[in-house]
């Protein structure tokens, strides 16, 4: 019924429904200690480099605020923009992937299933974290083949250390995806896990900002500037998706932002 009703203000709206090519997993909701899940009524998301889209029913992760026992702030959800600005951690993993923070899972299990991956390391230092994941069941969710790719380790993703080596990396520990610490702690992380590859997550914002200061406001973004700023700027051997068609989704990416009079940076 709410697919039915969501389909409709999606018609009178003439925006486009929220449809993913992604595995979406099953979630309860619930408590596990400072996190709940829950699940959106139907309304509107900006994507992260495409338009409004109109969701319905979505799960959201929400964890309790520090300084008000009674609300509770959203950190993680299954909407356009956090699929979109996420997907490259699946897109792109390949051999041993380690992937910083565990969230909801959705990432690690998408990563699995990319027939390019042999092993995916996920590293989370909140119990309560682990205990929801292991209680919603959604590693279960996927073929077992699949899921024995996964190992989940407890630690502190800024000071954890591989035994084997890692072919790409994939950091999101942060609650805003312009968080002004990811830099500087994907930089920590590489220091220790030294992958071959590095994407972060919202790396797009920090390299639009790069190249313009590298090769002037009015510069186009071209592949070639990208890869010079990823290695000579941001200091990080990043790993850059879509190839060419990279620049301009980077370009619509911050448009997008800016049109919603989001700064390019924040601090959590």
Partial sequence: MKTATAERMAELLGLPLFRTPWFLPEYPEGEWGAWRISRTGIGIDHGYYS???VIAGTP???RRSPDDFELWEPWMSLTPHEIESQE????CA???TVIMGLGMGWVALNAALNPAVAKVTVVERDSEVLELIVATGVVGQLPPEIAAKIEIVQADALEWEPTDPVDFLYADIWCPVADAAALGDTQRM???VKARKVYFWGQELRLYTATKQRFGPQAALTA????????????LPLLLPWGDDYPAMIETSVRNRQARGLPMEEKA
Avoid: I
Avoid at 88 to 91: A, E
Avoid at 227 to 235: H, I, K, R, T, Y
């Fill in 190 to 192: 590489q220091q220790n």
């Fill in 88 to 91: 490259p951690g699946c897109l």
């Fill in 51 to 53: 338009g409004c889209q």
């Fill in 94 to 96: 390949h051999g041993h």
């Fill in 60 to 62: 959201v992760l929400l």
């Fill in 224 to 235: 070639a500037q990208l890869a010079v700023c990823a290695a000579e700027d941001l200091c």
